[in-house]
């Protein structure tokens, strides 16, 4: 069975701060890894992915995360917060192959400060 | 290329109705997810259905809630005798046939929100 836990379930950061929103997942097989972003009243749109391979990974609107497997996390940095990147955050992980299904974290409200 | 299409997107009902809601998932995609989000938590997976058959259930409540894809048209989440607590957003995602090859990835509707007065 996989979990997820996101530290804080709020963070607050400056415009042009780094972000970091962290995640630690269990699993008992390798992980998939994912990090969704929600905006309001709005679905979740695919941040980043972790699948196999290299182990930092590059995502939209220029947020990157790493796979730390000996950390067991996997968290969501950008180097300079842009007011729009305001919005819940979520971290997923799957780890059966030919099952999708995706188990959440409780999410990470993101506000930034003029 | 449209993407997961929910609807309605706002439902209200009162306590004792019933609710459903529907989902197309994306063109191309056999496979379809329904999450809940209670106010200020994350997704709690429900069930996951492909065409004509049920795979997992096992985030579905007992009781007064169920789910369908058939052949043809869109897979509805149907609630039977609304109560106050299941006020909540109500997602379906989608994805395609593996093929041999899984990322994982889930494409999200904006989703269905049910307001219980």
């Known amino acids: 069975a996989q979990s997820v836990t996101q530290l804080g379930s709020h963070v607050s950061v400056s415009e042009g701060a780094l972000v970091l929103l962290r995640c630690n997942y269990s699993?008992?097989?390798?992980?998939?890894l994912f990090w969704y972003v929600q905006y309001p009243n709005q679905g979740l749109q695919l941040l980043l992915k972790y699948t196999t391979g290299a182990t930092l990974v590059k995502g939209i609107n220029g947020f990157e995360a790493e796979f730390k497997k000996s950390e067991t996390s996997f968290h969501l940095t950008k180097p300079s917060a842009h007011m729009s990147d305001a919005a819940e955050y979520f971290c997923a992980v799957s780890g059966e192959i030919g099952a999708q299904k995706l188990v959440f974290g409780q999410g990470t409200r993101l506000t930034i400060n003029p | 290329n449209a993407g997961v299409m929910q609807n309605p997107r706002h439902l209200v009902r009162r306590r004792g109705q019933e609710a459903r809601l529907r989902c197309s998932p994306m063109k191309g995609h056999s496979h379809v997810y329904w999450y809940r989000q209670l106010p200020e938590e994350g997704l709690k997976f429900m069930v996951y259905?492909?065409?004509?058959?049920?795979?997992?259930e096992s985030g579905m409540p007992k009781e007064r809630f169920s789910a369908e894809f058939p052949k043809e048209g869109p897979s509805i989440l149907r609630i039977q005798q609304v109560v106050r607590g299941d006020s909540a957003a109500y997602f379906c995602a989608s994805s395609p046939l593996l093929q041999g090859s899984a990322t994982g990835e889930l494409f999200f509707g904006e989703g269905s929100r049910l307001t219980v007065l």
């Open positions: 259905l492909q065409k004509e058959n049920i795979i997992d």
């Open positions: 699993s008992s097989v390798p992980p998939y």
